[in-house]
């Protein structure tokens, strides 16, 4: 079967960095995406990883291992407005996005 | 990244009506698009999955004579919601990707948020 997991909620301080943790199984794979969704708007595309390793953009990474099932989002020097959820989700063998429920990132100054 | 938009971005309705909500792609050709319904604090729950000029295909629970999807073009994909009620009050998410291959990005449009009297 496929499932996919992310933590419900984090809270982390301004100007630190957190570490959004997401674990999946899956008999086909076609990548990992990670979106970023405000409360009361549409998510935003992050980023994707098809092959294990960091990938970096600005403050955001994320990273996957293929073989362990399993990917995360780093958030360097976090802002307040990096308050939102952030979801992950894997493309199955045809090609559709299958979602994790959302990590909600609370930041407190 | 490419653009999608969805009009109306909110609006209320009598029970009983009939609520359409467009969703385009401005600057891409959309072969797919996603509809999804999300209810406060809840997760994204995709709706169905259209393609330009087939039929749409529904997820499990999901009503097809209730929620009406006409993918008339490859920019444009309309979502119908039929004799509207309360329950259907939700917000209303389309996506949109250009193709199937590794590592298609679905992007997402602003929503519409749904409120049925």
């Known amino acids: 079967g496929q499932n996919i997991d992310q933590p419900t909620e984090m809270t982390a301080t301004e100007g630190a960095i957190v570490q959004i943790n997401c674990t999946y199984q899956t008999s086909g794979f076609n990548g990992l995406f990670w979106y970023q969704q405000h409360a009361g708007e549409a998510p935003t595309f992050l980023s994707y990883?098809?092959l294990d390793g960091l990938e970096e953009k600005g403050r955001f990474s994320s990273f996957l291992s293929r073989s362990k099932g399993y990917s995360y989002l780093l958030l360097k020097e976090l802002q307040m407005k990096d308050s939102a959820s952030y979801l992950c989700a894997f493309m199955d063998s045809n090609y559709q996005l299958i979602w994790g429920a959302g990590t909600k990132l609370i930041i407190k100054p | 990244g490419a653009v999608v938009s969805q009009h109306p971005s909110r609006v209320i309705c009598k029970s009983g009506t009939s609520v359409k909500i467009e969703c385009r792609s401005l600057?891409?050709?959309?072969?797919?698009m996603f509809w999804y319904r999300q209810f406060p604090k809840q997760s994204l729950m995709l709706m169905a999955t259209s393609n330009e000029g087939s039929k749409a295909t529904y997820e499990q629970g999901v009503e097809k004579d209730k929620f009406l999807i006409n993918h008339a073009s490859l920019t444009l994909s309309t979502l119908t919601v039929t004799s509207a009620h309360p329950e259907d009050s939700s917000f209303y998410i389309c996506?949109?990707?250009?193709?199937?291959?590794?590592?298609?990005?679905?992007?997402f449009g602003p929503g519409t948020r749904l409120l049925v009297l």
């Open positions: 600057d891409f050709q959309a072969t797919t």
């Open positions: 996506s949109a990707r250009s193709g199937e291959g590794l590592g298609e990005t679905q992007y």
């Open positions: 990883n098809v």
